[in-house]
């Protein structure tokens, strides 16, 4: 039987993408949530959708958000859910 082992990993639930971000494919918006944490707090319970470096939209309803964007000439939306903060502790185990 193969050893299993586990380890803690930081978990942000504005942030659902703790690693950095994958080459090639919305760069830019990957790393802007990776170091504008304290920015999308302000969005807690709210979709957002970011182009480049700048919010574009954003609300409660993600049909509404991705309309709007759409209204602004953004034709593929980089669309996410900024979570709400709780007093969990921010971790979670990994297999």
Known sequence: MAEQTERLIEFDPVQSHPGPPASGHRTR?????????????????????????????????????????????IQVPYIFHVGKPTNVSPVTLER
């Open 29 to 73: 918006e990957l790393e802007w949530r990776r170091t504008h944490r304290e920015v999308l707090r302000n969005f807690a319970g709210q979709w957002v959708v970011l182009e480049g470096e700048e919010i574009v939209a954003h609300g409660k309803d993600p049909q509404q958000v991705v309309i709007e964007a759409r209204t602004k000439d």
